[in-house]
T-cell receptor, first 115, second 116 residues
Framework: AQTVTQSQPEMSVQEAETVTLSCTYD???????LFWYKQPPSRQMILVIR??????QNATENRFSVNFQKAAKSFSLKISDSQLGDAAMYFC????????????FGTGTRLTIIP | DADVTQTPRNRITKTGKRIMLECSQT?????MYWYRQDPGLGLRLIYY???????NKGEISDGYSVSRQAQAKFSLSLESAIPNQTALYFC????FGTGGVYNEQFFGPGTRLTVL
């Protein structure tokens, strides 16, 4: 079974600085997808960024980028120029490319932005 | 806007009561899911359905049942609620894709359930 580990329960960063959230996963599969979801205090789950395992290029969405290391099974999220609105819980998630597309989530990292 | 809605948004109930959480979507998606979120545990899959006639258990289905009344509706029931079912419950939907499309899951706003 796949597992997703987020080893940082809480992180904080000064506004306008850069922060990196860590995620590792365990799988025996070669084809899969990885996601970062944001959950602000409104509790809505919002997709931030996604990565296909067969793509070597790291995904980027505006101030959000990932460092995908397939061999190391690592998928970290970098947030540049942190803003107060980035304060939230961040969840890393894995999904096999096989039919069945169940998401496996990590336990989350709570990010605090310091003004 | 096409959306995923959940009712109720908050619910307090007592041990032993039967309760139903409802999910509706206007996205036209075939696939629907129920997750449970607990502090420190992330989201865990309870049940999922790929179409009206297809229901599958997730990793924590004990104590829960579901009904897919229509393509757009997927309900989660707790037949006899117990305090450790106190949690935040999310419904999600996704579309069937081909050719490597990663079928993003869209989440509803969540239902906070408290069992006393």
């Amino acid at each position: 079974a796949q597992t997703v580990t987020q080893s940082q329960p809480e992180m904080s960063v000064q506004e306008a600085e850069t922060v990196t959230l860590s995620c590792t996963y365990d799988t025996s599969e070669s084809d899969y997808y990885l996601f970062w979801y944001k959950q602000p205090p409104s509790r809505q789950m919002i997709l931030v960024i996604r990565q296909e395992a067969y793509k070597q290029q790291n995904a980027t969405e505006n101030r959000f980028s990932v460092n995908f290391q397939k061999a190391a099974k690592s998928f970290s999220l970098k947030i540049s120029d942190s803003q107060l609105g980035d304060a939230a819980m961040y969840f890393c998630a894995y999904r096999s490319a096989r039919v069945g597309e169940k998401l496996t989530f990590g336990t989350g990292t709570r990010l605090t932005i310091i003004p | 806007d096409a959306d995923v809605t959940q009712t109720p948004r908050n619910r307090i109930t007592k041990t032993g009561k039967r309760i139903m959480l409802e999910c509706s979507q206007t996205k036209g998606h075939d696939r629907m899911y129920w997750y449970r979120q607990d502090p420190g545990l992330g989201l865990r899959l309870i049940y999922y359905s790929f179409d009206v006639k297809d229901i599958n258990k997730g990793e924590i289905s004990d104590g829960y049942s579901v009904s897919r009344q229509a393509q757009a509706k997927f309900s989660l029931s707790l037949e006899s609620a117990i305090p450790n079912q106190t949690a935040l419950y999310f419904c999600a939907t996704s579309d069937f894709g081909t050719g490597g499309v990663y079928n993003e899951q869209f989440f509803g706003p969540g239902t906070r359930l408290t069992v006393l």
